[in-house]
């Protein structure tokens, strides 16, 4: 990255703009487009939340849901050791435009994961947004290299950051054109995603998905965090993250643009006394037990939600935001065992219903011929253990005391047979 923008090594991220002076010059020059969005969001985003009650749940499919963000530049063996052991079969990769000396290493470790479908997100850096002859020129090389190999493109991230490069959404349109032209012209097989915008700023990604642009997308890419609300069913301005997603997918429905594809591209909880490697200050920060109860959680609305297609969590290994924390070696958390056992049991789950009551929440799949319920309580409550239930933790140890803690963990219980019409276990 060229200055003013740094890339911060240990948080995975561009540091924050401190030329003040330049950031001012660059939303005045594009000022116009700053204008549109405002218009647009004023426009599409009430018309969404009327249209969101009609917007219909797609079938979801288990195994593709379940994706894992990975960096080929650290631990490569080690990660594919660790993803063997997760079982995942999806992958998130990013690949820095400033940095195309690496392309061939990275050809190298998307080889070696041939076996799994692969989300290339190509990061931007300024030089590339205000030159699209040098943006075109690399990203011919990186399709040639790599379109018969990787799933999806992931055309720019985090595009309502200043730091991340762009300054306005037109500037990220003009982006993404230039790849989908691109694909047009030689790569009419290989499948787009973009949009990228990060948090719960939906009026930039209503100027993505609603403008004069002569582009397409194959699906719409969101950063959809929650992690400065605390917990994943926290509200914000009167949203959960349900409800969140349920007007992301409207957005996606209505436009003209994209498939009806949405894919969380990153997503995560920055993890407390991991400083300087985590992404955020210490207050925003969770503890390692926190980060692994959020982190399935997330995972089982947006499941239920049966309106994203994939979630990728950031990242397999990474000291403040990671499964795996890399300072003095490799250290699993208990995430990671949280992850494994969460994709061993829905993988191949076929989604029922969710029962939200004071709190309470239940998940129901049907997994391998038998009804599988997850609980989990937003206020420690208690659950006796029936003759029917199998209970495993959040890691899968199996329970067999008499009466279940359902709390902020959640509790896996497979119901052997057939229930009692008595019983309500919700």
Same mark, same amino acid.
């Given at each position: 990255m060229?200055a003013?923008?740094?890339?911060?090594n240990?948080?995975?991220?561009?540091e924050?703009l401190?030329?003040?002076?330049y950031?001012?010059?660059?939303?005045?020059?594009?000022?116009?487009?700053l204008?549109?969005?405002?218009l647009t969001?004023?426009?599409?985003?009430p018309?969404?939340?009327?249209?969101t009650p009609?917007v219909?749940?797609k079938?979801?499919?288990?195994?593709?849901?379940?994706?894992?963000g990975?960096?080929?530049?650290?631990?490569?063996e080690?990660t594919?050791s660790?993803?063997k052991e997760?079982g995942?079969?999806?992958?998130?990769?990013?690949?820095k435009?400033?940095e195309?000396?690496?392309?061939?290493?990275?050809k190298?470790?998307v080889l070696?994961n041939?076996d799994?479908?692969?989300?290339l997100?190509?990061?931007?850096d300024r030089?590339?947004?205000?030159n699209l002859?040098l943006l075109e020129k690399?990203?011919?090389?990186?399709?040639?290299?790599?379109h018969?190999n990787v799933t999806?493109?992931?055309?720019?991230?985090?595009?309502n950051r200043?730091k991340w490069?762009?300054f306005?959404?037109?500037?990220?349109?003009?982006?993404?054109?230039?790849?989908y032209?691109?694909?047009?012209s030689?790569?009419?097989d290989m499948?787009?995603?973009?949009?990228?915008?990060i948090?719960?700023?939906?009026h930039f990604?209503?100027?993505t998905?609603?403008n004069?642009?002569k582009?397409?997308?194959d699906?719409?890419a969101?950063?959809l965090?929650?992690?400065r609300?605390?917990?994943?069913?926290?509200?914000q301005f009167?949203?959960?993250?349900?409800?969140?997603?349920a007007?992301l997918?409207?957005m996606?429905?209505?436009?003209?643009?994209t498939k009806?594809k949405?894919?969380i591209t990153?997503?995560n909880?920055?993890?407390?006394?991991?400083?300087?490697y985590?992404?955020t200050?210490?207050?925003e920060?969770?503890?390692?037990?926190?980060?692994?109860?959020?982190?399935?959680?997330? @995972?089982?609305?947006?499941?239920a939600?049966?309106?994203?297609d994939?979630?990728?969590?950031?990242?397999l290994?990474?000291?403040?935001?990671?499964l795996v924390d890399?300072r003095d070696?490799?250290?699993?958390r208990?995430?990671?065992?949280a992850?494994?056992y969460m994709f061993?049991n829905?993988?191949n789950?076929?989604?029922l219903?969710?029962?939200?009551?004071?709190g309470y @929440?239940?998940?129901?799949?049907?997994?391998n011929?038998?009804?599988?319920?997850?609980h989990?309580a937003?206020?420690?409550?208690?659950?006796?253990n029936?003759?029917?239930f199998?209970?495993?933790?959040?890691?899968?140890?199996?329970?067999?005391q008499?009466?279940?803690d359902?709390g902020?963990?959640?509790? @896996?219980?497979y119901?052997?047979k057939?229930?009692?019409?008595?019983?309500?276990?919700?």
């Amino acid at each position: 990255m060229k200055a003013p923008f740094k890339w911060d090594n240990y948080s995975d991220q561009p540091e924050q703009l401190k030329d003040k002076n330049y950031k001012k010059a660059m939303r005045k020059k594009e000022s116009t487009s700053l204008v549109k969005t405002v218009l647009t969001a004023l426009i599409m985003l009430p018309l969404s939340l009327l249209a969101t009650p009609f917007v219909k749940r797609k079938e979801i499919n288990s195994t593709d849901f379940f994706s894992m963000g990975v960096d080929f530049e650290r631990e490569s063996e080690s990660t594919l050791s660790l993803l063997k052991e997760l079982g995942v079969k999806n992958i998130r990769i990013r690949f820095k435009l400033w940095e195309m000396e690496n392309l061939e290493r990275l050809k190298d470790f998307v080889l070696k994961n041939s076996d799994k479908k692969i989300t290339l997100t190509i990061l931007q850096d300024r030089e590339n947004i205000e030159n699209l002859q040098l943006l075109e020129k690399n990203l011919s090389l990186i399709f040639a290299s790599l379109h018969k190999n990787v799933t999806l493109f992931e055309i720019g991230s985090t595009i309502n950051r200043a730091k991340w490069g762009f300054f306005s959404v037109d500037e990220y349109n003009k982006f993404y054109k230039v790849a989908y032209d691109l694909k047009e012209s030689h790569y009419p097989d290989m499948q787009l995603i973009g949009s990228g915008v990060i948090d719960f700023e939906y009026h930039f990604t209503a100027h993505t998905l609603f403008n004069f642009y002569k582009y397409k997308y194959d699906g719409i890419a969101s950063l959809l965090y929650v992690d400065r609300r605390g917990a994943p069913e926290n509200i914000q301005f009167g949203f959960s993250l349900t409800d969140k997603i349920a007007l992301l997918s409207t957005m996606v429905w209505m436009s003209r643009k994209t498939k009806q594809k949405l894919y969380i591209t990153e997503t995560n909880w920055p993890i407390s006394n991991t400083a300087p490697y985590a992404p955020t200050s210490e207050y925003e920060c969770v503890s390692e037990e926190e980060y692994a109860n959020f982190m399935v959680r997330y @995972y089982f609305l947006a499941f239920a939600s049966q309106q994203v297609d994939a979630v990728s969590w950031h990242q397999l290994i990474a000291t403040g935001y990671g499964l795996v924390d890399s300072r003095d070696g490799l250290k699993k958390r208990a995430a990671f065992e949280a992850y494994k056992y969460m994709f061993q049991n829905l993988q191949n789950a076929q989604f029922l219903r969710l029962d939200i009551k004071r709190g309470y @929440y239940i998940l129901q799949c049907w997994v391998n011929e038998q009804l599988l319920q997850i609980h989990w309580a937003l206020t420690p409550t208690t659950l006796k253990n029936e003759d029917f239930f199998d209970a495993f933790s959040r890691e899968g140890e199996s329970i067999r005391q008499e009466i279940l803690d359902i709390g902020a963990s959640p509790t @896996y219980i497979y119901i052997t047979k057939e229930v009692p019409k008595k019983v309500n276990c919700l």
